[in-house]
């Protein structure tokens, strides 16, 4: 049993529960401002989104990069967390329609599990370093899809037909139909990319021994919140929010 502890690779369970305290924190104070003191405003604040933006790659990165490491139950994993990020919406749309959750991070982590099961076989046809690099770029080309482009940072190199955004299923790959709106919105386009560039990280990593023996490493506290973290993401942003309701009834 200790054998098979030391071989876990602790790290990248820390990796992940740093993200998920930065996660907590973030949704609490996105709560206290936007919807408990009305501030839209502090969303959009630069440190803000930069904040922001971390998180959510730091919790990709890492999804795309143990695909591997749980193959035998991605088909399980994806349905579940596809199931979860259904039922958040259901319970966001009934109870909070203003901020009304269409497909969410959970559903994107549930497709883009599901997703890469059919692809694996022609993806480990391609090399790593030139997978990883690809996957990056098609991800920087791709961060202004939804506003009709190709293109990123306000570069536009292409306009994407108009046509793709007015078919409402085509909001889940990343064409948003007029007047969409969601409170987290991850669609496949352009983050499945970024998942991409985990899945092809992971090899990368397999091929340095003493990295892996670095990854190893246990960090108290954020390993064992990395490996829990899922449920505590179902469980955070009610607490947040209570907590945060409570916080204003006093202030």
Not at 122 to 134: D, E, F, V
Request: aromatic share 20%; proline share 5%; net charge positive.
């Amino acid at each position: 049993m200790k054998e098979q502890i030391n071989m876990r690779y602790h790290l990248v369970d820390g990796i992940r529960g740093l993200a998920v305290i930065n996660m907590i924190a973030f949704h609490f104070l996105f709560d206290w401002y936007a919807i408990f003191q009305g501030d839209g405003s502090w969303y959009w604040l630069l440190p803000v989104r930069v904040w922001q933006q971390c998180i959510c790659w730091t919790f990709i990165l890492v999804s795309g990069f143990v695909w591997t490491w749980g193959k035998q139950k991605n088909l399980q994993r994806g349905l579940f967390l596809n199931f979860c990020g259904c039922v958040i919406s259901l319970v966001m749309w009934l109870f909070l329609p203003e901020e009304a959750i269409w497909f969410g991070i959970l559903n994107f982590y549930g497709c883009a599990v599901l997703l890469t099961i059919p692809l694996d076989s022609l993806l480990r046809k391609i090399p790593a370093s030139a997978g990883m690099a690809a996957a990056f770029a098609l991800f920087l080309l791709t961060q202004d899809l939804q506003l009709g482009y190709i293109g990123c940072a306000g570069i536009h190199l292409a306009e994407v037909p108009r046509i793709l955004y007015t078919w409402k299923p085509m909001t889940l790959l990343g064409f948003p139909y007029a007047g969409f709106r969601s409170s987290d919105y991850f669609p496949l386009l352009p983050w499945y990319f970024l998942f991409l560039c985990g899945y092809y990280f992971q090899m990368l990593f397999r091929r340095h021994p003493g990295v892996q023996t670095a990854a190893r490493r246990y960090i108290p506290l954020l390993t064992p919140v990395g490996r829990k973290s899922i449920w505590i993401y179902l469980l955070h942003q009610p607490v947040c929010y209570a907590l945060a309701a409570f916080l204003s009834s006093y202030m």
